[in-house]
């Protein structure tokens, strides 16, 4: 399984971008990207995912680079209901669709 | 609200008991997973149930057993508990399978708190 390594934590002001790295350097071609977030012990939420091509949706947006080692997350203009931890997750292949959470990053976003 | 509903939200048991965990998915989705998340572990996979079968499994005790059924609704079945066992237990659904694919994305619940004293 493709790993992925995210900075522990980040700060953030409310307004802002909130700009969120991750390296997955091991990733294999028909392996995508997904990212969720969870908030205080809430279910983790869906964000975005992607293959190659950047994508955007009304929560945020997800550039990854031409190599597909590593991605960004971007909440253009955090709140402070963005303060969450959030999960780069390189998606298992073969056919089960689960998803191997690591340690995320968390996001506190200051007003 | 993402569609799937957990059942109880809340659970306190004593050391040795066994508890039920009940997730109903989202309409439709085929696939269902567990999730259990310790203070000290984060979330971890523990198995996953594609249309009534078993398809993956993850770092799931022998304690423990899941299943799915015909109207696609699943059960978590902790056994022997300990009090390492207290966690947020989470279940996931998804339309994954083999019409959709396997990449498509995974709703989760709100979650199962099972605190065993």
């Known amino acids: 399984d493709a790993k992925t390594t995210q900075p522990p934590s980040m700060d953030c002001a409310e307004g802002r971008a909130a700009n969120l790295p991750c390296n997955h350097s091991?990733?294999?071609?028909?392996?995508?990207v997904y990212w969720y977030r969870q908030i205080h012990s809430q279910g983790p939420q869906y964000i975005i995912h992607g293959l190659k091509n950047n994508e955007t949706n009304e929560m945020a947006s997800l550039i990854i680079t031409e190599d597909r080692k590593s991605s960004t997350l971007i909440l253009p203009h955090a709140t402070l209901r963005d303060t969450a931890v959030y999960y780069c997750i390189v998606r298992v292949s073969g056919n089960t669709g689960k998803l191997i959470f690591g340690q995320g990053t968390t996001l506190q976003v200051k007003p | 609200d993402s569609g799937v509903t957990q059942t109880p939200k809340h659970l306190i048991t004593a050391t040795g008991q066994r508890v039920t965990l009940r997730c109903s998915p989202r309409?439709?989705?085929?696939?269902v997973y567990w999730y259990q998340q310790s203070l000290d572990q984060g979330l971890q996979f523990l198995i996953q149930?594609?249309?009534?079968?078993?398809?993956a499994k993850g770092n799931i005790l022998e304690r423990f057993s899941a299943q799915q059924f015909p109207d696609l609704h699943s059960e978590l079945n902790l056994s022997s508990l300990e009090l390492g066992d207290s966690a947020l237990y989470f279940c996931?659904?998804?339309?994954?399978?083999?019409?959709?694919?396997?990449?498509?994305?995974?709703?989760f619940g709100q979650g199962t708190r099972l605190t065993v004293v």
């Open positions: 149930y594609y249309n009534g079968e078993e398809r």
């Open positions: 996931a659904s998804s339309p994954a399978g083999r019409d959709r694919g396997w990449n498509t994305e995974a709703f």
């Open positions: 091991t990733i294999s071609g028909n392996e995508y």
């Open positions: 309409s439709g989705d085929l696939s």
